[in-house]
């Protein structure tokens, strides 16, 4: 049902945001050449001929920018941030398309103009429709109550989520948990700021839903949602509470307590011939904005190669000088879903220096690199040939850097969660590598931050870990 809402909202502003993008467009017009300049300079017809273009562009950058995920619209200073980030990806695919649009010369002060009026535009329309809701809200006509089977860790998420947006008038009335209500309250008043209003109650065990629903009713709060929030292991209480439903107006869901599972990665609910199929473990599942991730990995590496190829070429003279052998070592590493792929580097060792020790991890203080080598480790210019990896597709730009297998098969053992890494492209640089976590370091935090960066992966976190990289990516401490 939350779900539902949201989906109803995000169509809602998506609409209201394409006719705002057009106001703006036409005001921003208006202002620049009929406020500040004498009219007719610049007819409006061929401002309104480009206009088409604008909508598509700057429809597909708020889609991209994740304008329209309800987690950042719950106070308004997130909704001023995700508006202006849109705007501002809008502007710059804008500006873009102007280079290839030879009819005339856009005025950049009007497009200034559009930005400023569009970001007003949009702020505006959602502070209208959340005051609106909380309003409807407080007269009761857009109130849906809602009782929680079971107070563990999933109820006590449902319960988080419903409080963290009350303008879509979902309102928790209680508990039922087996556990009693001293069990239950200590964590759910941690859920919720002091100044907040008291966390909803225990008000009795499963096995008394039939009298807490009528009581309830009685009292002018009748429930019109049920979440069963219990383990699989419940069946028999599932079935009671699907029958004190059955006999009362109350629509049930049930919501699987997971949390039992230690490991749990992009978990979600699909369907196989109208059958509900959980996933505990899996990679992401597909979706444009993996398209996109993809055409920026292209279009980045390309972009590399092409403006470094003469420090790669200096780079490839200096390697073959250094030492006899070939320019580049190609080291076997495991990726997407554990399949292996031949990694490209500079060759920073002279040939056969594994031939006596095997495979060994780097560490600080080895002496088996050549000078130009050990330069290249400091500074990590020994990874940019991992650009042409991006481009076969073995590897992203961004990920979990990949490790060899011979290392892998006592790591997975070891450290748990580890394999779940595999659960998305390896990439050149990562969360994990910009916070410092590489070389000879703790593999528990490093596993800890590549699994943040796969549960919370965003074309805008890419972004940010490919600006950080040149300042804490590349030259660090930990790199030999």
């Known amino acids: 049902m939350l779900q539902e809402r949201s989906l109803l909202l995000q169509r809602l502003l998506f609409g209201f945001d394409v006719v705002l993008i057009g106001v703006a467009w036409v005001l921003a017009w208006v202002l620049r050449f009929e406020v500040l300049t004498p009219p007719g300079w610049a007819p409006l017809t061929l401002y309104l001929g480009f206009l088409p273009a604008v909508l598509v562009l700057w429809s597909a950058a708020f889609l991209l920018s994740g304008l329209?995920?309800?987690?950042?619209?719950?106070?308004?200073?997130?909704?001023?941030?995700?508006?202006?980030?849109?705007?501002?990806?809008?502007?710059?695919?804008?500006?873009?398309?102007?280079?290839?649009?030879?009819?005339?010369?856009?005025?950049?002060?009007?497009?200034?103009?559009?930005?400023?009026?569009?970001?007003?535009?949009?702020?505006?329309?959602?502070?209208?429709?959340?005051?609106?809701?909380?309003?409807?809200?407080?007269?009761?006509?857009?109130?849906?109550r809602v009782l929680i089977v079971g107070a563990g860790k999933a109820g006590q998420r449902l319960a988080r989520a419903f409080r963290q947006y009350p303008w879509m008038g979902f309102d928790v009335v209680g508990f039922l948990d087996d556990r009693g209500e001293a069990v239950a309250a200590e964590p759910l008043d941690n859920l919720y700021p002091t100044a907040s209003p008291r966390p909803p109650k225990v008000l009795g065990t499963v096995n008394e839903i039939g009298t807490v629903m009528d009581g309830l009713s009685a009292m002018g709060r009748s429930v019109h949602l049920v979440y069963a929030a219990l383990p699989l292991a419940a069946a028999d209480k599932i079935e009671r509470i699907t029958k004190a439903c059955a006999l009362r107006t109350a629509h049930m869901c049930l919501v699987p307590d997971l949390f039992q599972l230690d490991l749990l990665l992009n978990s979600r609910v699909s369907h196989v011939d109208g059958l509900p199929v959980i996933h505990l473990l899996d990679e992401a599942p597909f979706e444009f904005r993996h398209v996109v991730k993809r055409g920026v990995d292209i279009a980045f590496s390309a972009l590399v190669l092409i403006v470094l190829s003469p420090l790669l070429l200096f780079i490839a003279l200096a390697v073959k000088l250094s030492s006899p052998g070939p320019v580049f070592y190609r080291q076997e590493r495991m990726g997407l879903n554990g399949q292996t792929f031949a990694m490209l580097k500079f060759r920073s060792m002279p040939i056969g220096s594994e031939a006596n020790t095997g495979a060994v991890w780097a560490k600080a203080g080895e002496n088996r690199a050549t000078r130009v080598g050990a330069f290249l480790r400091k500074t990590s210019l020994d990874e940019l040939p991992q650009f042409f990896n991006v481009l076969r597709g073995d590897m992203s730009v961004v990920g979990p850097r990949p490790e060899r297998p011979v290392f892998i098969e006592d790591f997975r053992h070891e450290i748990p969660g580890y394999m779940l890494r595999h659960k998305v492209k390896a990439g050149i640089t990562g969360w994990a590598q910009v916070h410092g976590w590489r070389g000879n370091t703790s593999l528990e935090k490093r596993i800890e931050y590549d699994l943040y960066y796969i549960q919370n992966w965003s074309l805008w976190l890419d972004l940010k870990i490919m600006a950080m990289t040149p300042f804490k990516g590349f030259i660090h401490e930990n790199a030999y």
């Open 68 to 144: 329209y995920q309800t987690r950042r619209a719950q106070r308004l200073p997130l909704v001023i941030f995700s508006v202006a980030r849109a705007v501002f990806l809008g502007l710059l695919i804008s500006v873009a398309a102007t280079f290839f649009y030879r009819a005339f010369s856009f005025s950049r002060l009007h497009m200034l103009f559009f930005g400023l009026i569009s970001s007003v535009l949009l702020v505006g329309v959602r502070v209208g429709i959340y005051v609106g809701l909380r309003r409807l809200r407080q007269q009761g006509r857009n109130v849906r």
